[in-house]
């Protein structure tokens, strides 16, 4: 026999999760774009991909993570996936670039954090490549580390974010749902002054345009115009950069992560991540002079994967044609501004460093807004 107070626990709980869980764009009947999303509206519905977060909230100034990003499970440093990087406004660190751009591939997980902790994403990349069975005698690793400052919020010069920090993240990462908001590499960042963090979306094309998918996750810490669906929203709730002394800097940086299962070069993966960036500009993200906006864009497409020891000196393998890349530059600009919109409406208001405080997106506010513009469906 259940006591009266369980039967309330076992009532609430199943309420709490659902109300935890309706924090995204499309729960409050925000539909952006025409193309549909794939099953869980997130990166992970490109299959294989995983990822894994660490959140550190510690006492009043620690406001930082780790999101690490899998494009599937197995040796990436011995089967390399295809993949590029754009970049939008390049001030920023993201480790690992040029290599990736040079030769067309990822060979290490990707891992988002904070921009004094670079170097100890790098080290604990490069720890767990070596250590991967089948890697004994590698002597090059070419880690990808991204990163945004989230030192308003966060003691970014305290470096709080350690090896194990990586590792847990990398062992916890799992396909499903993406926890988006305030968690990992989004934990002390700000997005059009409101809180941002993690977000992510996803496209999934019709077959007869190939039946690939395209999936999305972003760490939003940058400023401009909020719109959301085409609404002037930040316009409309007077908040945006330069309209007062507190939003007079607009720097920060959006890191941007693009999956698909489509069998992409290098080539078509470089021309997907520029469309990424328009994404980012139908949010009224303006890419200013302090922002460091990159994207990474990689196929998870098995029979492109590249060996570390090639068996044969000519590759033959199939790739998309140009002409049919124009749904999927469709749906990466789609994915990418639904991802940043959510990573804002499922953060949350946060005090950090020396008691500042952000505020999260003020849905009471913004959903009106919304319905005003015809937007909001529900």
């Known amino acids: 026999m259940f006591s009266k107070s369980t039967l309330i626990i076992l009532f609430i709980l199943p309420l709490m999760a659902q109300a935890q869980q309706k924090k995204r764009a499309r729960d409050y009947g925000v539909k952006i ?3 549909p999303t794939g099953n869980l509206n997130a990166i992970t519905d ?16 620690i406001r930082t ?6 494009p599937y499970e197995g040796n990436i440093f011995q089967q390399k996936v295809p993949a590029a990087i754009f970049v939008g406004n390049g001030f920023g660190k993201l480790a690992g670039s040029t290599q990736v751009n040079e030769l067309g ?19 604990a990349l490069i720890d767990y490549t070596l250590n991967e069975k089948g890697n004994e005698s590698v002597r090059s690793v070419n880690a990808v580390v991204g990163e945004t400052n989230d030192g308003f919020l966060n003691d970014i010069r305290g470096r709080h974010v350690t090896e194990a920090d990586v590792f847990s993240a990398i062992k916890n990462a799992k396909d499903g749902r993406v926890e988006e908001g305030n968690v990992g590499a989004g934990t002390g960042t700000i997005c059009f002054g409101y809180k941002g963090g993690i977000g992510t979306s996803s496209r999934k094309l019709p077959q007869s345009l190939g039946g690939y998918t395209v999936g999305v996750l ?3 810490n940058f400023g401009g115009v909020l719109q959301i669906d085409g609404v002037p929203v930040g316009k409309e709730l007077g908040k945006f950069s330069f309209s007062d002394e507190l939003l007079n800097n607009a720097d920060g940086s959006c890191m941007i992560v693009v999956a698909t299962d489509a069998p992409l070069d290098h080539r078509n993966l470089l021309r997907l991540a520029k469309r990424a960036i ?8 303006i890419e200013s002079n302090g922002s460091g906006d990159y994207v990474i864009a990689f196929s998870t497409a098995d029979s492109l994967r590249v060996p570390y020891i090639a068996k044969q000196q000519i590759s033959n393998n199939p790739v998309l044609q140009n002409d049919d890349m124009s749904a999927l530059f469709m749906a990466t600009i789609e994915a990418t501004e639904e991802a940043i919109i959510n990573s804002l409406f499922a953060a949350e208001t946060i005090t950090g460093m020396d008691g500042h405080k952000v505020e999260s997106l003020p849905l009471d506010k913004v959903l009106p807004i ?6 909001n469906e529900k």
């Open 33 to 35: 774009g025409v193309m």
């Open 46 to 61: 490109v299959a294989g991909v995983k990822v894994g977060q660490t959140t550190l909230i510690k006492d009043d100034s």
């Open 65 to 70: 993570g780790v999101t690490v990003i899998l």
């Open 105 to 123: 591939n990822l060979e290490t997980p990707i891992l988002l954090t904070n921009t004094l902790n670079v170097a100890v994403g790098m080290n």
């Open 218 to 220: 972003v760490q939003t």
């Open 278 to 285: 328009i994404g980012m500009g139908k949010t009224g993200g």
């Open 370 to 375: 919304l319905k005003k513009y015809n937007r």
